[in-house]
């Protein structure tokens, strides 16, 4: 019979998670001696999964396992990451008597290699990378620490698919909070809500830290034995870096408890201390593949340093405003004649350096004070007890009560207390006080509560309530921030150089600003230089003979626009542009009387790379053409023709007819050199250059992976019928449901829409996932794309006129023969997305309405 003694959760602390003895049954898991030959465990379904026999794996070779190519793969990622904790990785292998393909992931620790295998499987179209990328991007522009914490929430519930996502930050005491949450619908919010520390034991902690993702595919907690137990020497494998590392009983059933059927986590790791917790909750059971673990990986470390920048900048503008503000006090330093002087006239000033009731300065045993302050008796025993805490550092405590018992005759005037040293010595401070506040905190569950012990002992059972328990607190003001905490020490450490050595930290200030100033010069004076340059090369060619001054202008003044548009459209994004764009920005200064120019073909996008070779190669022979060529008389013609070929390349032909006679150059100079080896080196494409009689002639060819071809489509959302003169609707506050089977397309579509104030937006990828969604929640309005590779969106469309949910059609390839006549009058939005052309069509589908 189990015992009755009550426990709290920290007994979680003894349970040695990281040699469990077992895996989750979603791999298995083979562990072989130093030189990846010999297999000295195994887990027990192994021989199922790896088609051989299970009997006698251990002893027998790893080549006669999976095979030698296999092995082989093995061996190199163990080279390759053998002494690193982060396992190498290895996707789609296939081994030697298995049909499947496998995901392994490859570590050594403690002199052991572990080979863990997991099938593969066809559901993820998204590389790895690219999704990776993909997260990144989206945040590594966000400049707000509120900001980035919605958007990492939002982003990862989108692109993983789990049914909530919180992000979790901890506290000084262990404790936790959520401050960001994206979610399904239906489910109960846990944004604000505080976690005890004891949620989380200590050694958990730990691996959170060495190994910073973790999954937990089913929590009711099966678990695949690793034989033998214990090796020769009598020690149990250690899995602390192992993906497939089983789950505590005591975790699982602290998620069953939630109600969560599958779980992962994300560690936010900032200077090698546990921020906090990334936490993607699903309420069935649920295997995020290999591939999206690794994009989660890479995102979680991205976000991590993303986050120490962000604080990192907090801090920096704290220590920036403290500074500015100090400057402008120490401008009135020589009226005043002592320094003391000036900061006791302008104690009140120092309020606005931080939210705050009341602020003291205490120097030479004289208090000054302003505002909500103790009593000028309680200063004495005040600040002879900072003096025994501060230890020369900010302090900062919201229940002073607490830490001196006779601060309870004043805690409503003085709860809070930041404590700033104004020397090197305990003796003088400038001090920050807040007033008692009571307020109530919400807690999942009771942090105080103590639970009896279960069937596993004195490891208990884990709570069961997780309704928000309200503890009322008193004798507390309102926390004082880290923000707070860096503005306090930024203010320490002017103030401190300030009373000391004022007069040469002003001298030294200004040396440093002539300093900043000169290499802001120099730096200026460098650009402009090249700048000139650039001009002077264009200026210094001659005007022709029989041309005017100012078409000379003009066409000078082309040209530097033309280099200024084709250089501008590549910096302003990775994306790169359009040929017909960059054509015309590169033939521009041309378009006059002295030629002909036609340019036909369809519309194409370069990505970066591409655009900025063609780029390069476009000038030069538009440059050539207007020296030597067709755009030199007045007759020339240029024809400029591009198609798609059969594998997907960009094909460009450029014909000069009607100039000059060419002649081949004896010798080729940079140009023609630029011309002819660019796209082949740069881009692996073809280059052809002719010079005939009639006219030079050249062909390009840019590689399929650098271009996009954009679908037409049959029925654009700006037909007759659609464009109503109406104004946009409103998106805030609305509940959207998007039916779009590309993951990408549809974290598009939801950042658009939450820009334009949506509340909910919810994706589904299938039909019947569409079809589950509208029986938990009623959207205002829906997206369905046409075609979702594996049928159509019909069913979907035939439900929500059933409940009277206003919907557009999504097409990009002009499917519109599906649409059924009884739904003509739908509105239809084109793909690529536009985000007017989309809320113009949501308005027309919720004006029908």
């Not at 966000?142 to 049914?163: M, P």
Request: with cysteine; hydrophobic share 40%; net charge negative.
């Amino acid at each position: 019979m189990a015992s009755t003694d009550t426990v709290d959760l920290t007994n979680c602390d003894r349970e040695p998670i990281h040699i469990p003895g077992s895996i989750q049954p979603h791999g298995c898991l083979l562990a072989c001696d130093g030189s990846v030959a010999i297999v000295r465990r195994h887990s027990v379904n192994a021989g199922a999964m790896l088609g051989v026999e299970n009997t006698d794996i251990n002893g027998r070779t790893l080549d006669e396992l999976i095979g030698e190519q296999a092995t082989h793969d093995i061996r190199n990622a163990v080279a390759r990451w053998g002494n690193l904790t982060r396992p190498g990785l290895l996707l789609g292998v296939r081994i030697a008597h298995s049909s499947d393909t496998f995901n392994i992931a490859i570590h050594r620790h403690q002199g052991v290699n572990i080979v863990e295998f997991e099938r593969t499987t066809d559901a993820d179209t998204t590389p790895p990378l690219e999704l990776a990328r993909l997260l990144m991007g989206r945040i590594g522009q966000i400049a707000d620490l509120d900001a980035l914490f919605d958007g990492a929430a939002r982003l990862l519930r989108a692109a993983l698919g789990y049914d909530r996502v919180m992000l979790y930050r901890f506290a000084h005491d262990g404790s936790g909070q959520v401050i960001s949450e994206a979610r399904r619908g239906d489910l109960e919010s846990f944004l604000g809500q505080h976690f005890p520390a004891s949620d989380i034991p200590q050694q958990a902690r730990v691996l959170y830290v060495q190994n910073t993702i973790r999954i937990v595919s089913n929590t009711d907690g099966e678990r695949v034995a690793i034989e033998p137990a214990l090796d020769t020497s009598g020690e149990p494998l250690d899995l602390s870096f192992a993906h497939l590392r089983s789950v505590s009983p005591i975790h699982c059933e602290y998620l069953r408890n939630m109600g969560v059927g599958a779980s992962m986590s994300i560690s936010i790791v900032s200077k090698g201390v546990l921020w906090g917790l990334i936490a993607c909750h699903h309420y069935e059971p649920r295997v995020l593949p290999m591939e999206k673990r690794v994009a989660a990986e890479m995102f979680g470390e991205f976000f991590s340093l993303q986050l120490a920048e962000l604080i990192q900048k907090r801090k920096l503008e704290a220590s920036e405003r403290a500074r500015q503000f100090l400057d402008r006090l120490m401008q009135n330093v020589t009226p005043h004649g002592e320094i003391q002087d000036l900061l006791r006239d302008s104690v009140a000033d120092f309020t606005a350096l931080m939210p705050c009731d009341g602020v003291g300065l205490y120097i030479n045993k004289t208090w000054t004070c302003h505002g909500s302050t103790p009593p000028t008796a309680a200063v004495p025993a005040l600040m002879s007890f900072i003096n025994s805490v501060a230890g020369g550092r900010v302090w900062a405590t919201n229940a002073l009560s607490e830490r001196l018992p006779g601060a309870e005759v004043y805690r409503a005037e003085a709860s809070g207390v930041l404590a700033v040293p104004l020397s090197q010595l305990p003796r003088d401070y400038l001090v920050f006080f807040r007033k008692e506040v009571a307020q109530t905190v919400n807690w999942g569950g009771d942090p105080n509560k103590r639970y009896e012990s279960g069937p596993l002992g004195d490891r208990l059972t884990p709570r069961k309530s997780f309704a928000i328990w309200k503890q009322a607190v008193e004798r507390q003001s309102h926390p004082w921030l880290p923000t707070e905490r860096d503005t306090a020490e930024a203010t320490r450490t002017s103030l401190v150089e300030v009373v000391m050595r004022h007069s040469e930290l002003l001298a030294d200030e200004r040396h440093k600003a002539d300093l900043r100033q000169k290499m802001l010069n120099e730096e200026l004076n460098h650009r402009v230089k090249n700048i000139l340059a650039l001009i002077k090369s264009l200026v210094s060619h001659p005007v022709e003979e029989g041309r005017s001054i100012e078409a000379y202008v003009a066409s000078l003044r082309g040209r530097i626009q033309a280099l200024s548009l084709a250089h501008d459209q590549v910096i302003r994004g990775a994306g790169g542009g359009g040929l017909r764009e960059l054509l015309e920005a590169e033939l521009s200064p041309y378009r006059d009387v002295t030629a002909e120019i036609a340019l036909d073909g369809p519309d194409v996008l370069l990505d970066a790379r591409a655009f900025s070779v063609l780029a390069l190669v476009l000038h030069e022979l538009a440059t050539n053409a207007a020296k030597y060529g067709a755009l030199s008389v007045h007759a020339g013609r240029l024809s400029l023709k591009w198609q798609r070929t059969p594998l997907g390349d960009c094909d460009i032909d450029w014909l000069e007819r009607d100039g000059p006679r060419v002649n081949p150059m004896a010798k080729p100079g940079f140009g023609s050199m630029l011309i002819g080896r660019s796209i082949p080196y740069d881009l692996g494409g073809e280059s052809e250059v002719q010079y005939a009689e009639e006219g030079a002639r050249v062909r390009l060819l840019i590689p399929a992976q650098f271009v996009t071809w954009p679908a037409a489509v049959a029925k654009p959302v700006a037909s007759a019928r659609a464009v109503d003169h109406a104004p946009p609707a409103s998106m805030r506050g609305l509940s959207i449901l998007m039916v779009e089977d590309q993951l990408l397309i549809a974290m598009d579509v939801q950042t658009m829409l939450a820009d334009e104030g949506a509340g909910t937006v919810e994706t589904a990828s299938s039909v019947k996932e569409a079809l589950h969604n509208l029986t938990i929640f009623h959207p205002d309005v829906a997206i369905l794309d046409v075609n979702l590779g594996n049928g159509s969106s019909l069913p979907v469309a035939h439900a929500l006129v059933a409940r009277g949910i206003p919907f557009v059609f999504a097409t990009g390839y002009g499917e519109t023969s599906l649409i059924p006549p009884e739904m003509s009058d739908v509105p239809i939005v084109r793909k690529p997305y536009d985000v007017a052309a989309l809320i113009a069509a949501l308005t027309m589908a919720m004006g029908k309405k």
